[in-house]
Each structure stands twice: as structure tokens, then as C-alpha cells.
């Protein structure tokens, strides 16, 4: 009975014997085919930093391509229509042709020059150099991060084309078509290219203080508040100015306006991450929660202190809530976004309907009091709630709250005092080269019809 069990023990065990055996072989087989591999593999992981995959990302690329045209968007019909609807029927025209033209002199201007005084490569911290005119070494292989650098200069464009358009709503309705096309080609060059270097390049004053503009508080906003208000001082009242009736001649075009603005600003906050990414989807919830605070904001005190809420302010707390939020879109957190706007818009509310009654500046249609105003206090803003303590993405390693304000503040100061200054020199530039104002009879005719010869409604 032990003799079978023998048997079957030992044939179990040389069955045993020979699976090991095949399975050391086998193994022994793919160790040597895996070495082999591993040999043949090596010159080719040697070659590998020279073949690197490409960093161009299409997912990114096309998502600046949409944010591109969102933002052109926004000027051509978005601010166009805004401010048509809040001149005078017989100033419509010339608003919106000098909306168009600044766009197009802009565009040229931009790939002349002006891309290369911003980004040009430069090490100054105040202008990016020649390096970079006529787009010189700039090809379709060129790139910038993750898109085309063709894609990068033409989002860049749409900013260099809207920052001058806001301003002529600081005079509209009293400035020739000459003089205006003349101020901002160069005012983009000694103002807003020099901005956009400092905030943005990463040789840049700002840059290098490590400054938050997400998306153009200083550059934009600020910097064509600014230019409204030097412009409006200088350059004077409106003839009847307090007397006549000035009211919006349409206030559904300067809704349809905002609301475009509404939808384009989109692509100027989520763009600015540069990246179809986190940042951009962080951008994208606050360009939406810091506009709905701003208009819940404005519309609430109108209903405090004149009994009813009005829908030139809706438009009105629109503008100012994406004002507000443009510099901290991709760094606060959605509910403080929220505040930002809100408070912003109470802000900018004080200034359009006490400061300048005070004062008795005519600043047409509110550039400085909304742009100027709601853009500094999203500028400083921006410093306090980017703290991760409220819900922002935080500081820099070793920066407190305190001294991130006080960066603010002083890329504030900078872009006040030298956009001040150099607007009030260029405005007398012009004036001595063109003049700046129409004939008071040309001005009470209409700008429509005394500087391009049509109007806009025929009775």
C-alpha cells in the first residue's frame, strides 16, 4: 500500500521538478529577451531629449482661438453698442465708426510695433525693445507655451484694441474723428504697450514684484479710466453740459451691449490662463459669480436711494462686476468674487452719482467711474482675497496678505501716475497737431452728420 503512494509522491515530485524547470527557463528566456530590449532600447532613450514631443497643445490652442474672437467680440458689436446706446441719437455713428477704426489702426499698430514694445524679448522692465517689430522671427512654427505664438500675439492684439476704445467714452459726443484715431495710436505706444510690458512680460516691473493682474486691471481698466479722465478734464463740458438733455438715446442697444460684453468677457478672464485648464475653469465660475454680485449690488442701492432699481444701472453693475474681478479672476476663490464685484459696484456707484455731480468733470459715460474705479478696487482687492484663508489660490512661498496689498497699491500708483501724465501730454500733442474739439456748431449738429455725413434715423 506504501509502494503506490511512494510512486505517485516522487512523480509528483519530478512533475514538480519539471515545472520549475520550464519556469526558470522561461524566465530565464524573457530576462534576457527583456536585457536585449533594454540594450537596443538604450540609443534610442539616449536620442530622446533631441526628438521630444512637441509642447503645442491642441485642446489649448483652439480654446485661444475661441477666447481670440470672444474678445474682438466684445468691442465689435459688445462695446460699440454699449456706448452707441448711451450717447445721443446724433452721436450714435460716430461712436460706432471710432469703435470700428480704433480696432483696425489698433490691429496694424500692433503688428508694426506694438507687440514687439510689450513682448518683444527685451530685458528692460519698462518696454520689450525692437526686437519683435514687423514680427520679425515669428513664424507658424513659432510658439509661446502651449499655442502658436501667432495665436498668443493675436489674443494680445484684441487687448491692445479694446483698452484705447473704452476710453473715448470719457469724451464722447465733443471730440473730432482725427484727433481721436491720432490720440490712441499714440497713447497704445507710450501708455498701453509700456503696461502691458510691466504687468505681463516676465521681464516686467510688475511681473518681477510678482504683482496679480490676472487679466488687465492695471493694464485695462485703470489705464483707460485714467486716460477718460484726463481726457474729459482737459478737453471740457459738452456744450449744454447741464443744460440740455443728455439721457441714452437707446437703453435695449446699451443692454444688448453689455450682455455681449457679458459673453466675450469669457474669453478675456478664462483666456488670460493662456491654457484650456483648471485655471481657466476657476477664471471662467468668477467671471460669472463676480458680475452677478456687482448687479445685485448696484441694483440694491438704486432701489435704496431712488426708490427703483433701473436697468441702465443692471447695465451699469454689469460692466463694473467684470471690471472688478478682471485683475483676480484666476486668483480668488467663486464667493469672493462675489464680494469683489459687490463691493466694486457700490464703489463705482458712489463716484458716477456723487463724485462727479461734486466735482463737475463730464466724463460722458462713466469710464473712470466705472473702469478707473471698479478697476483699482479689484486691483488692491485681489490682494486680499487671493488669501487661501478666503478661498483664493494663495500667496507666493514667504508673501503675507499685508505685503501682497502693498504690491498692488504700488503697481496702482505706477500705472495712475504715468498713464496721468503722459495722457495729458499727449492730449496737448494732438490738439496742437489736429485739435482736439469740433466747432460748437458742428458739436450741437451732431457728430453724426458733421464728421462723416450720414445719421443713424431718418424721421
Same mark, same amino acid.
Given at each position: 500500500?506504501?509502494?503506490?503512494?511512494?510512486?505517485?509522491?516522487?512523480?509528483?515530485?519530478?512533475?514538480?521538478?519539471?515545472?520549475?524547470?520550464?519556469?526558470?527557463?522561461?524566465?530565464?528566456?524573457?530576462?534576457?529577451?527583456?536585457?536585449?530590449?533594454?540594450?537596443?532600447?538604450?540609443?534610442?532613450? !539616449?536620442?530622446?531629449?533631441?526628438?521630444?514631443?512637441?509642447?503645442?497643445?491642441?485642446?489649448?490652442?483652439?480654446?485661444?482661438?475661441?477666447?481670440?474672437?470672444?474678445?474682438?467680440?466684445?468691442?465689435?458689436?459688445?462695446?460699440?453698442?454699449?456706448?452707441?446706446?448711451?450717447?445721443?441719437?446724433?452721436?450714435?455713428? @460716430?461712436?460706432?465708426?471710432?469703435?470700428?477704426?480704433?480696432?483696425?489702426?489698433?490691429?496694424?499698430?500692433?503688428?508694426?510695433?506694438?507687440?514687439?514694445?510689450?513682448?518683444?524679448?527685451?530685458?528692460?522692465?519698462?518696454?520689450?525693445?525692437?526686437?519683435?517689430?514687423?514680427?520679425?522671427?515669428?513664424?507658424?512654427?513659432?510658439? @509661446?507655451?502651449?499655442?502658436?505664438?501667432?495665436?498668443?500675439?493675436?489674443?494680445?492684439?484684441?487687448?491692445?484694441?479694446?483698452?484705447?476704445?473704452?476710453?473715448?467714452?470719457?469724451?464722447?459726443?465733443?471730440?473730432?474723428?482725427?484727433?481721436?484715431?491720432?490720440?490712441?495710436?499714440?497713447?497704445?505706444?507710450?501708455?498701453?504697450?509700456?503696461?502691458?510690458?510691466?504687468?505681463? &512680460?516676465?521681464?516686467?516691473?510688475?511681473?518681477?514684484?510678482?504683482?496679480?493682474?490676472?487679466?488687465?486691471?492695471?493694464?485695462?481698466?485703470?489705464? !483707460?479710466?485714467?486716460?477718460?479722465?484726463?481726457?474729459?478734464?482737459?478737453?471740457?463740458?459738452?456744450?449744454?453740459?447741464?443744460?440740455?438733455?443728455?439721457?441714452?438715446?437707446?437703453?435695449?442697444?446699451?443692454?444688448?451691449?453689455?450682455?455681449?460684453?457679458?459673453?466675450?468677457?469669457?474669453?478675456?478672464?478664462?483666456?488670460? !490662463?493662456?491654457?484650456?485648464?483648471?485655471?481657466?475653469?476657476?477664471?471662467?465660475?468668477?467671471?460669472?459669480?463676480?458680475?452677478?454680485?456687482?448687479?445685485?449690488?448696484?441694483?440694491?442701492?438704486?432701489?435704496?436711494?431712488?426708490?427703483?432699481?433701473?436697468?441702465?444701472?443692471?447695465?451699469?453693475?454689469?460692466?463694473?462686476?467684470?471690471?472688478?474681478?478682471?485683475?483676480?479672476?484666476?486668483?480668488?476663490?467663486?464667493?469672493?468674487?462675489?464680494?469683489?464685484?459687490?463691493?466694486?459696484?457700490?464703489?463705482?456707484?458712489?463716484?458716477?452719482?456723487?463724485?462727479?455731480?461734486?466735482?463737475?468733470?463730464? &466724463?460722458?459715460? &462713466?469710464?473712470?467711474?466705472?473702469?478707473?474705479?471698479?478697476?483699482?478696487?479689484?486691483?488692491?482687492?485681489?490682494?486680499?482675497?487671493? @488669501?487661501?484663508?478666503?478661498?483664493?489660490?494663495?500667496?507666493?512661498?514667504?508673501?503675507?496678505?499685508?505685503?501682497?496689498?502693498?504690491?498692488?497699491?504700488?503697481?496702482?500708483?505706477?500705472?495712475?501716475?504715468?498713464?496721468?501724465?503722459?495722457?495729458?501730454?499727449?492730449?496737448?500733442?494732438?490738439?496742437?497737431?489736429?485739435?482736439?474739439?469740433?466747432?460748437?456748431?458742428?458739436?450741437?449738429?451732431?457728430?453724426?452728420?458733421?464728421?462723416?455725413?450720414?445719421?443713424?434715423?431718418?424721421?
Amino acid at each position: 500500500m506504501q509502494i503506490p503512494s511512494i510512486l505517485k509522491t516522487r512523480a509528483s515530485l519530478k512533475s514538480a521538478a519539471r515545472s520549475a524547470l520550464l519556469g526558470t527557463l522561461a524566465m530565464g528566456a524573457l530576462g534576457s529577451v527583456a536585457a536585449f530590449a533594454q540594450e537596443a532600447a538604450a540609443p534610442a532613450a !539616449a536620442e530622446a531629449p533631441a526628438a521630444a514631443a512637441p509642447a503645442l497643445s491642441s485642446g489649448d490652442t483652439a480654446w485661444m482661438l475661441v477666447s481670440t474672437i470672444l474678445v474682438l467680440f466684445m468691442i465689435l458689436p459688445g462695446l460699440a453698442l454699449f456706448y452707441g446706446g448711451l450717447v445721443r441719437a446724433k452721436n450714435i455713428l @460716430s461712436v460706432l465708426m471710432q469703435s470700428t477704426m480704433i480696432t483696425a489702426a489698433m490691429i496694424v499698430v500692433w503688428v508694426l510695433w506694438g507687440y514687439s514694445f510689450a513682448f518683444g524679448g527685451g530685458d528692460s522692465p519698462y518696454w520689450g525693445g525692437l526686437g519683435k517689430v514687423f514680427l520679425a522671427g515669428v513664424s507658424p512654427s513659432s510658439e @509661446s507655451g502651449s499655442i502658436p505664438e501667432f495665436v498668443f500675439i493675436c489674443f494680445q492684439m484684441t487687448f491692445a484694441c479694446i483698452t484705447p476704445a473704452l476710453i473715448i467714452g470719457g469724451f464722447a459726443e465733443r471730440v473730432k474723428f482725427a484727433a481721436v484715431i491720432l490720440f490712441v495710436v499714440l497713447w497704445a505706444t507710450f501708455v498701453y504697450f509700456p503696461i502691458a510690458h510691466m504687468a505681463w &512680460d516676465s521681464h516686467g516691473l510688475f511681473f518681477g514684484w510678482g504683482t496679480m493682474d490676472f487679466a488687465g486691471g492695471t493694464v485695462v481698466h485703470i489705464n !483707460a479710466g485714467i486716460a477718460a479722465l484726463v481726457g474729459a478734464i482737459m478737453i471740457g463740458k459738452r456744450v449744454g453740459y447741464g443744460k440740455d438733455n443728455m439721457a441714452p438715446h437707446s437703453l435695449p442697444l446699451t443692454l444688448i451691449g453689455a450682455a455681449v460684453l457679458w459673453v466675450g468677457w469669457f474669453g478675456f478672464n478664462a483666456g488670460s !490662463a493662456l491654457a484650456a485648464n483648471g485655471t481657466a475653469a476657476l477664471a471662467m465660475i468668477n467671471t460669472f459669480t463676480a458680475t452677478a454680485g456687482a448687479v445685485v449690488s448696484w441694483a440694491a442701492i438704486e432701489k435704496i436711494v431712488r426708490g427703483k432699481a433701473s436697468m441702465l444701472g443692471g447695465a451699469s453693475g454689469i460692466v463694473a462686476g467684470l471690471v472688478a474681478v478682471t485683475p483676480a479672476a484666476g486668483f480668488v476663490g467663486p464667493v469672493g468674487a462675489i464680494v469683489l464685484g459687490a463691493i466694486a459696484s457700490a464703489v463705482a456707484y458712489y463716484f458716477v452719482a456723487v463724485v462727479k455731480i461734486k466735482l463737475g468733470y463730464d &466724463d460722458s459715460l &462713466d469710464v473712470f467711474g466705472i473702469h478707473g474705479v471698479a478697476g483699482i478696487v479689484g486691483a488692491i482687492g485681489t490682494g486680499v482675497l487671493a @488669501s487661501s484663508s478666503l478661498g483664493g489660490v494663495g500667496y507666493a512661498e514667504g508673501v503675507t496678505m499685508g505685503a501682497q496689498v502693498w504690491t498692488q497699491i504700488v503697481a496702482v500708483l505706477i500705472t495712475v501716475a504715468w498713464c496721468g501724465v503722459a495722457s495729458a501730454i499727449l492730449y496737448k500733442v494732438v490738439d496742437l497737431i489736429v485739435g482736439l474739439r469740433p466747432t460748437p456748431e458742428a458739436e450741437r449738429q451732431g457728430l453724426d452728420l458733421t464728421s462723416h455725413g450720414e445719421v443713424a434715423y431718418h424721421v
